[in-house]
């Protein structure tokens, strides 16, 4: 057979032709799937829109031939395969789907061709001896926490690679071990274009699948759409393009693009991508696009300030059965858990119970635990098993660990407000907060922790959950950077603590915490710009703000 794609894939082409790709491969004629299937959330499912499947493929187009064998592990609605243009679709197409709701007549008719084959079931029971030239995927979305058991169980997609990779971290999201097996299929100087969520670029999972790709070939290029790539998902995705090379030592072509209306208008994308050295692949902070530079030394991260580590607060067996609005047993522990019920910046008490059995059981509590346990095990089979499986292994199944809690909190799901909340009495916190311990200059700390400095920063590391509600995870929490109290001056600092001690009973919810807000920013300004020799104005804080605040 002849192999099409034997030349090795040159990134300065690739820099050059790409608008020239986008224009060509978008005027064509294109049919797009008139119903959308049903999505199976278990299985991680999101599916690709017409317009991203079709730029796609306009990566791989000029590797295609008539004897170019193409992959699709998760063919979904087929959308890829469909999306192929007709001069270059007389090839050898194989696509695999787990989910056989999925498959219907017209999948089957269209696989019902010569040269096509479909296999109902799961691509890692597939042969990895079966090479490829080129592979297109959108890959299952599927935490990792959520890969104990079923279909998507580490147990079932691991043996295969544990040979080639023994140390896939087990923090890693079920698309990495799609992309690991499909990198094994593909043929020397094959090809994978395929588009995933973007934590890849900032996660400890995602350093080792850079070193992956950096082992294995040639990451040719990255089109990061920061905040989606997908019609119904708000969440930040890349495109990649990898080439399985023994020519390794090429950069990596980086786009930062908005969303899919780039690929519609043009809008956003620069003559030339950013061109990354394999060493600065590893090191590149893909969060850099701030107005504030937060590589200063003026800045330290949350992590190495404190003076405990940063963890979740206490967590509840199940919420709805373990957390109470009113102390009804003996044994509830009062606890902060609706963070809409703290007006304001400083918890003045807690403002719910939370079970916590330390010993002897009441009567009525262990009457209680029983009627609960009886429904939890009586619920669908997919719902609670980390819970079942304590249930019948474990007596003291209802046992928790309680947590200290810090100075600060801040609860973890963001919309329009960022905000870090003064506990000062260290009130038990439950696991929707992140808890922080300052012990040095608490009330300017609460002041700097407010300010619009760190609010960016948080929101920068961030990550979109749709319908304008976003999150940050521990790890990038623990990152997140703070301007440092040791590099400003003795009168800076008594101003912060007079702000901090006026916005630690001021209104989470009214004017009054913005007029302090803007007196925090306008005080930490003037130290950022004489400390970087700048002159970076409020409004230019206030509108990079806008950009994730609405």
Not at 348 to 365: H, M, Q
Not at 405 to 429: A, E, T
Not at 430 to 456: H, K, M, P
């Amino acid at each position: 057979m002849i192999n099409t794609i034997s030349e090795p894939y040159k990134v300065d082409e690739l820099v050059q032709s790409f608008e020239e790709q986008l224009e060509l491969f978008f005027s064509k004629d294109f049919e797009t799937i008139s119903k959308k299937p049903e999505k199976n959330e278990n299985l991680g499912q999101v599916f690709t829109s017409p317009i991203l499947a079709k730029f796609m493929i306009s990566l791989l187009k000029e590797n295609i031939s008539s004897e170019s064998k193409i992959l699709d592990p998760c063919i979904g609605p087929n959308i890829f395969f469909k999306a192929l243009p007709k001069e270059v679709s007389n090839c050898y197409l194989k696509g695999v789907e787990i989910d056989e709701n999925l498959i219907n007549e017209e999948i089957k008719n269209f696989y019902n061709e010569a040269k096509r084959t479909l296999i109902q079931g799961s691509f890692f029971d597939f042969d990895s001896t079966e090479k490829f030239d080129l592979i297109i995927q959108n890959p299952p979305y599927v935490r990792q926490e959520l890969l104990a058991n079923g279909v998507n169980s580490k147990s079932n997609i691991k043996n295969e690679l544990l040979s080639s990779f023994s140390t896939v971290p087990s923090q890693s999201n079920l698309y990495i071990y799609f992309l690991l097996k499909s990198i094994l299929h593909l043929n020397e100087n094959g090809i994978m274009v395929a588009v995933i969520y973007d934590s890849w670029l900032y996660s400890s999972f995602g350093t080792f699948l850079k070193e992956s790709f950096l082992k294995l070939g040639h990451l040719a290029s990255i089109y990061h759409f920061r905040k989606s790539a997908f019609d119904n998902a708000e969440v930040g995705a890349t495109v990649i393009k990898f080439v399985k090379t023994k020519n390794s030592r090429k950069s990596t072509a980086y786009y930062s693009l908005n969303d899919l209306n780039d690929l519609k208008t043009y809008n956003g994308l620069t003559d030339k991508a950013h061109n990354l050295k394999p060493k600065e692949l590893l090191s590149y902070s893909f969060n850099n696009s701030s107005v504030v530079n937060f590589k200063s030394k003026l800045f330290k991260t949350l992590n190495s300030i404190v003076s405990k580590p940063i963890q979740r607060g206490t967590s509840a067996i199940v919420n709805n059965h373990f957390i109470f609005s009113e102390k009804k047993f003996p044994e509830l522990k009062p606890i902060v858990k609706n963070v809409s019920r703290i007006k304001t910046y400083n918890v003045s008490k807690e403002n719910a119970f939370i079970l916590a059995v330390n010993g002897s059981i009441s009567d009525g509590t262990k009457e209680y635990l029983d009627s609960v346990k009886i429904k939890i095990l009586n619920t669908p089979s997919d719902k609670y098993k980390a819970v079942k499986r304590d249930i019948t292994k474990n007596k003291n199944w209802y046992a928790i660990k309680i947590k200290s809690s810090g100075n600060f909190i801040f609860n973890y799901y963001l919309r329009n407000n960022i905000d870090f909340i003064y506990n000062p009495n260290k009130h038990l916190s439950s696991d929707n907060f992140y808890s922080v311990n300052i012990e040095q200059s608490e009330l300017a700390y609460l002041a700097i922790l407010n300010s619009s400095f760190t609010r960016l920063n948080v929101l920068n590391n961030s990550r979109s959950q749709g319908n304008g509600l976003r999150k940050i995870q521990l790890y990038e929490f623990k990152e997140v950077k703070v301007i440092d109290i040791k590099n400003i001056s003795s009168e800076t600092i008594k101003e912060l603590e007079g702000l901090g001690k006026s916005l630690m009973t001021s209104n989470r919810y009214d004017n009054q915490q913005n007029e302090i807000i803007e007196q925090i920013d306008s005080i930490l300004l003037n130290e950022y710009n004489n400390y970087n020799n700048s002159s970076i104005g409020i409004d230019e804080l206030i509108n990079e703000l806008k950009e994730y605040i609405k």
